[in-house]
């Protein structure tokens, strides 16, 4: 599909070769300054921890049908695709190499191939380049590919295997099926972008549709296994507004910018002269955004095909006649500074995501000082690092795909978290057979309290020898429930 040049002429292939160069050293630059400031031995972010997790169940001589750390033994019904490469990685490369090298390598090397891809698309060398930087600085970019996650590795994968596919050889076509029909393995999101590429540029610029149909058919087929693997649902077990999870400025980690967003406009603005001529990505656009407004983490896939629009829009700025001049160049300087110190902004937080020192201290102590069986109750946001780092099973956590009573052990969440009544405390955790309380600053900030004998703070300091503090590092508490041992 051919997108509009906005009558600007080709440059130089050479001059594009440089400039490829040129934002493929910032993309080192932005990937690369997390791992400077963490080291190569420390990793951010509760993700690489839970994929660590799941990577040494290959250990095992088959894999369980229950997972009995998450989620009151939840269906393993997790894509398997990212911990068996990761199982596979890990025995080639010492310690935490994979996990925090893997991801700046895969995403230096999907911006090296989008170049290629989006000149297939028919952009001109202005376009691409300009593309190719608001996605650099994008936050879903910086954070698929500065944590590893179970986006990492299907997106580079099927960015290359899209690369193969608009070659002309018959030989790389073969392999991009060969790596088409292994995305399923990653879960459902990663088939739905592969159909909706094969639907843009397949049907139209293929003429030999056999391939085609081939792929199509097959990757269709096994949509059925990849909701079986991934979770049929897209829910999550974060409450908070969709507003405040896809913005990034309101602290969405796969969100997108607020400047995205208004430059988005001008460049839908300038796709709109044709009218109708791009239904078909509209219609695509569309299905991208319903997928990324209930699936926070396809964010990635939302920002990869508006992130050429973006460059239309702020090309489509500068061409459009103003009254004012200094205000119409305000405008482009304000977008694209927006643009930039969004990402900038969003990337000095890696560092800053849990666990820090102190939580793992915490969560091992309680892997070495309390029973396999011991549940342990916390925020959601914990939850994934209780079972991934302590190895003990919680109450709840952010992966909410086929868990039972999700709502329910919500709302006993809640009513625990800010009871101040002993009583009802202690029917709460009888109910669940609560053994452990984890407490962390950011639940005392905020996150949970506001005051520090708030709720359940209350119910553990006051309520006699039920409860004892039987770790305290830096304002990270853990509390023995004494009535049930």
Known sequence: MMFPALNMKEKQSTKLYVNKIAVVLLAMIVLGTPITLRGIDNINGVEPYFNQRLSDIFERDKLPDIDPLSFASRPFVYPLGTPFLLHMLEKLLPGNIALNILPFLLGVLTISLLFSILKKFGFNDKLVIIANTVFVFSPPFIYNFSVFNSFTIPIFLNVLAIFLFMTDKRMFRTISTILFLTIPFFGYIHVIFSLIFLFLYGLKKIKRVNLLIFTMTLLTGLVYFSQLSSGLFFGSADERDILLRVISEFGGNF???????????????????SKYKYKDYYVSLTVLLLLFLFNQKSGI?????????????IIEINQTKWESGIIKYLTIILLISGLVFSGLSFLSKIPQLPPNKDMINSLEFLRDRTNPGDIIFSHQNNGILINSIARRPNIIDLNSAYAPNVKERLKDSKTLFYTRDFEIAKSVIEKYNIKYVYITPDMKNGLVWNEPEEGLLFVLEFSGNNFKKVYNNNEVEVWRVNFLQ
Do not use: A, D, E
């Not at 969100?255 to 002269?273: A, C, E, P």
């Not at 896939?301 to 829009?313: A, D, E, H, K, N």
């Open 255 to 273: 969100g997108i910018s607020i400047f995205s967003i208004l430059t988005l406009v001008f460049g839908l603005r300038h796709l709109w002269k």
């Open 301 to 313: 896939y939302f920002m990869l095909c508006i992130s050429p629009i973006l460059s239309m829009g």
